[in-house]
């Protein structure tokens, strides 16, 4: 077994251990920003943390009705003009908490007298000692190249977090489910062997989701692109038919995040439409009365709030780009070129 694969099943645990040990912590927090000026949230991260930074805009939005917006942390170095951060809580997110052009994002909102979080894996890190608190992921060390354990416990925090800011500083049930769902999730594995097998001899594809889970659609793109070498191009369901749906055509491969009863009809309508394209179908869905026996299926597990489907819906998403590294004959261990820290500025 590879080391990344041994780390995607370990993800269930690492859930339930972030969720008991920061708990408390979180609501600490939470307590410390009650009553201060929060008009909007900037946050602050690249890659794989970038895509919980997603995931970030619309918990924080729909839980906490604020703004949130996602540093361009170029501003802050390269160009050595930072915006305004008055009124702004401003949140790093980084596995390692090492990349420069982060922390100088953090720095500078501290100096402008913003309020600050660093989520990161290593509490000793630049990131967090640049920020006044720390939310710790608790993964353990992540060995893998690609992230997958510290990526699902980015969004349990950042829920944690927005519950907190909400006042609600007990932990509802609902996050005391996601371990169990997602050791069901991983139940997925041979289904998304086999629809990687469907689609290992393409070189591009596209994957289509929208709402909570468009950070699952950016962050499945992602570790195909990584893993598998495949030009995965993420889009949201409304984007993708003001244009980019022109390129489809008989045998193109699209996986389809349809998780969620929001954005469940509209995801399974654009499915019909591309089927009526030629589309080779990949869904990745928590309704099986929704299935079609022409797509490839991975189950993903019903029962959580939406805002809460993310943590579980990427678990299929890892396997599929999981096993597709593996048919298209890629070491996911060690994809090319890759480092697992990587030093932007």
């Not at 912590?25 to 946050?43: C, E, K, N």
């Not at 599929?320 to 060690?334: E, N, Q, V």
Request: with cysteine; proline share 6%.
């Amino acid at each position: 077994m590879s080391q990344l694969h041994s780390e995607i099943l370990e993800q269930p645990s690492v859930i339930r251990r972030l969720l008991d040990v920061e708990t408390d912590r979180v609501a600490r927090i939470g307590h410390a920003l009650a009553g201060q000026d929060i008009r909007y949230v900037v946050i602050a991260a690249r890659g794989t943390s970038d895509n919980a930074a997603r995931y970030g805009q619309y918990v924080f939005g729909a839980l906490n009705r604020l703004a949130v917006a996602l540093a361009a942390p170029s501003l802050f170095g390269l160009y050595q003009r930072p915006p305004s951060l008055k009124s702004a809580l401003v949140i790093g997110i980084s596995q390692s908490g090492q990349s420069p052009d982060i922390v100088r994002v953090l720095e500078e909102a501290h100096r402008q007298g913003a309020l600050t979080i660093a989520v990161t894996n290593d509490p000793q890190s630049p990131l967090a000692e640049a920020a006044q608190h720390v939310l710790e992921l608790h993964a353990g060390e992540e060995r893998s190249v690609a992230a997958t354990k510290t990526y699902t416990a980015q969004l349990a925090a950042i829920a944690l977090l927005a519950l907190s800011l909400a006042g609600q500083s007990a932990r509802p049930n609902a996050l005391d489910l996601i371990p169990d769902a997602m050791e069901k999730a991983l139940q997925a594995e041979l289904a998304a062997q086999s629809a990687a097998e469907r689609i290992a001899h393409n070189s591009r594809c596209v994957v289509v989701g929208r709402g909570f889970n468009y950070a699952t659609t950016f962050e499945t793109a992602l570790k195909m692109k990584e893993l598998a070498y495949i030009e995965a191009e993420p889009y949201s369901s409304a984007d993708f038919r003001h244009g980019p749906i022109a390129m489809v055509e008989t045998g193109f491969p699209a996986v389809l995040v349809a998780v969620g009863e929001t954005m469940r009809d509209e995801i399974l309508e654009l499915r019909d439409a591309l089927r009526e394209q030629g589309a080779n179908l990949v869904v990745l869905g928590d309704d099986e009365t929704t299935r079609h026996p022409d797509d490839a299926w991975l189950p993903v597990p019903g029962g959580l709030p939406e805002w809460l489907t993310p943590l579980v819906a990427i678990l299929p998403g890892q396997l599929l780009a999981y096993h597709l590294a593996l048919a298209r004959g890629s070491d996911p261990d060690r994809p090319r070129t890759l480092h697992k820290v990587t030093l932007t500025y």
